[in-house]
């Protein structure tokens, strides 16, 4: 993922974490992710996704739970399979430190940081 593309609607924050405080665009062109594990969580349809994750050159080990949704087909018959992939991390373990306080109490960023995805893969078909 390109960091320079984040748009959470608001432009002055979007500029904000776009800053050295936080992605540092200028330096960091990439935010990435690579499995090294996927299991089976011991539930049915669970498991438990494990990798690399990399934000401004820092890469530490991350675990996410993963829900599979199941296998369908589209109106034009397309297979695809649904997944639903949730995890958190802390922020400053990637030095993104950026923060200011608030005049009703509290600072404006939370360190935990909730990731959550929707992914749908589609089956490719036979050329």
């Keep these: 993922m390109n960091p320079s593309s984040i748009d959470t609607g608001e432009k002055k924050r979007d ?3 776009k800053s050295a405080g936080f992605f540092d665009i ?3 062109k990439k935010i990435t992710f690579i499995s090294d594990s996927f299991e089976k969580s011991g539930k049915d349809n669970l498991y438990n996704l494990s990798g690399n994750l990399t934000i401004k ?3 530490r080990k991350i675990k996410l ?3 599979f949704g199941g296998i369908m087909k589209d109106p034009y018959g397309n ?3 649904g997944f639903t992939i949730n995890g958190k991390i802390n922020r400053k373990d990637w030095g993104l430190t950026g923060n200011a306080a608030l005049d ?3 600072v404006m960023v939370s360190d935990e940081v909730s990731i959550n995805c929707e992914v749908e893969l589609l089956k490719q078909k036979s050329a």
Aim: aromatic residues 0%; negative net charge.
């Design 15 to 17: 500029e904000h974490l």
């Design 26 to 28: 200028e330096k960091n």
């Design 57 to 59: 050159g820092v890469t």
């Design 65 to 67: 739970d993963v829900e």
């Design 79 to 81: 297979e695809k399979a």
């Design 104 to 106: 009703s109490g509290g």
